[in-house]
Nanobody
């Protein structure tokens, strides 16, 4: 069974940086699409970034500031977040789904596995 565990959240001032990590287990992940989503207070869960063996896609709101990466040897997914803004405050979730053809997915219902989330708070 695939399991995902996020870490690295915290409190940071606007303009600062954080790196989120997601430890993946229970699969080989070479044919998985991995993603990051977030859910702010009173908001729907929204797409942040996704990465497969074929492509990487970012939400417009984070493009140029966030970088998603996958370290296969460690089975770790990362989200490097720079130039953070108060509106980036949210619980951040790691997600995974099998995709042999390496599709990039940006909708929550396209993912089968989710982590428990890690809180990111950006103060102004």
């Amino acid at each position: 069974q695939v399991q995902l565990v996020e870490s690295g959240g915290g409190l940071v001032q606007a303009g600062g940086s954080l790196r989120l990590s997601c430890t993946a287990s229970g699969g080989t992940f070479s044919s998985y699409t991995m993603g990051w989503f977030r859910q702010g207070p009173g908001k729907e869960r929204e797409f942040v970034a996704t990465s497969s063996w074929r492509s990487t896609v970012y939400a417009d709101s984070v493009k140029g500031r966030f970088t998603i990466s996958w370290e296969n040897a460690k089975k770790m997914l990362y989200l490097q977040m720079n130039s953070l803004k108060p509106e980036d405050t949210a619980v951040y979730y790691c997600a995974a789904t099998y995709s042999a053809i390496g599709n990039a997915y940006s909708y929550t219902d396209q993912y089968d596995y989710w982590g428990q989330g890690t809180q990111v708070t950006v103060s102004s």
